[in-house]
């Protein structure tokens, strides 16, 4: 079951590592229509709801049980035998679109991940595990990547992390972008 799950929202520390590409769909006319980008995570929650529903109707349409889970996954989001794109029904994307994506990543939000990952490796340490210091928010922002300083990933990398995570969660991003925006825009 968890392999036919469509994951509508990414974990973040999945999100934050890899770039979204420029996904295209095309609509009933077959003229290309650009993946919804959106540009908070209040607008892509909207949009994100919106465009579940049409594609759950749809994919219902041709005998899937698709079902909206919390956190945003499509349980059962194609039916058996049914032509497949992404983990979705390849003919509900025809005519639905591709979800949209999660917005860009701004320096304000990053200013914001980083006090959250900050908060949550003092959690790490209260709960006994090692993790190294961090650079300077400055330092983290300016020089963000896959390989940047993350709490969560120094446990992982020690052999916890399941476990761990359940004691101190993965940031929300919409508490990153909340409170980047407090603490300066870009």
């Not at 929202?9 to 095309?26: R, W």
């Not at 349980?75 to 983990?87: F, N, T």
């Not at 959690?123 to 400055?138: D, F, I, Q, W």
Request: hydrophobic share 35%; charged share 20%.
């Amino acid at each position: 079951m968890a392999g036919r799950q469509f994951a509508g929202l990414l974990s973040l520390a999945v999100a934050l590592s890899i770039l979204l590409s420029g996904c295209t769909a095309a609509t009933e006319t077959g003229e290309p229509n650009p993946t919804p980008t959106t540009t908070s995570y209040e607008q892509y929650d909207a949009m994100f709801a919106d465009w579940a529903s049409r594609y759950i109707e749809c994919a219902r349409e041709f005998g899937a049980d698709a079902q909206l889970l919390n956190g945003g996954s499509i349980d059962q989001p194609y039916a058996p035998g049914r032509p497949v794109e992404d983990g979705l029904d390849a003919d509900c994307l025809q005519k639905v679109g591709k979800p949209p994506r999660v917005p860009e990543l701004t320096d304000s939000f990053l200013r914001g991940l980083y006090e959250l990952l900050v908060e949550q490796a003092a959690c790490l340490k209260a709960h006994g595990y090692v993790v190294s210091n961090p650079p300077t928010r400055e330092e983290w922002v300016e020089n963000y990547g896959a390989d940047s300083w993350n709490p969560l990933s120094d446990v992982y990398l020690a052999g916890g992390g399941i476990e761990a995570e359940g004691f101190c969660p993965q940031p929300d991003p919409r508490k990153a972008e909340e409170l980047g925006a407090t603490l300066g825009g870009d």
